[in-house]
């Protein structure tokens, strides 16, 4: 049987500063605080450097999911976020897109998330902390997780 890996979007998959720096300086401004609620922005995030490479290839080792937060006043991010795992994950994200506020209530045996909010702190397997000292990037977190997909 495989173990579990929840892959988190936001900062993980997808390069939310990256899209940030493209948007027009009065969107910036008019959405100061709460970037995260433009409309749209989910839809044309670029993938982090090596993400997806890097997720095709845990998902033929793992039962792979994507677990992500959707910002509850941007009701477009939910549609943007299943579209992004389409385009760019395609089959190896079919039906596996999870939205929740409460990531600790997923079982697994590992989740790699940029940050310990939503339940990620709480979660009951291994945290792989992304863009921290020990997996700065997806290389790292590859590398690491093809070692224990036994």
């Known amino acids: 049987m495989k173990k579990v890996l929840y892959v988190d979007m936001d900062n993980v998959l997808t390069d939310f500063p990256a899209a940030i720096a493209r ?3 009065d969107v910036v401004a008019a959405y100061e605080r709460k970037l995260d609620e433009v409309p749209g922005i989910f ?3 670029l993938p982090m450097p090596h993400a997806v490479e890097s997720f ?6 793992f039962d792979t999911y994507i677990l992500s ?4 006043e ?4 939910w549609t943007d976020k299943l579209h992004w795992v389409k385009r760019h994950l395609g089959e190896a994200g ?5 939205l929740t506020h409460h990531k600790n209530l997923n079982r697994g045996d590992f989740l790699v998330d940029d940050r310990t909010k939503n339940g990620a702190g709480e979660f009951a397997g291994e945290h792989i902390l992304f863009g921290s ?3 700065p990037d997806w290389p790292a977190v590859a590398g690491y997780l093809r070692d224990r997909d036994t």
């Open 23 to 25: 948007l027009p300086r």
């Open 43 to 45: 839809a044309d995030m």
């Open 56 to 61: 095709l290839d845990l998902a033929e080792r």
């Open 69 to 72: 937060t959707a910002p509850w």
């Open 74 to 77: 941007n009701p477009s991010a």
């Open 94 to 98: 079919y039906k596996r897109l999870i």
């Open 133 to 135: 000292e020990k997996f």
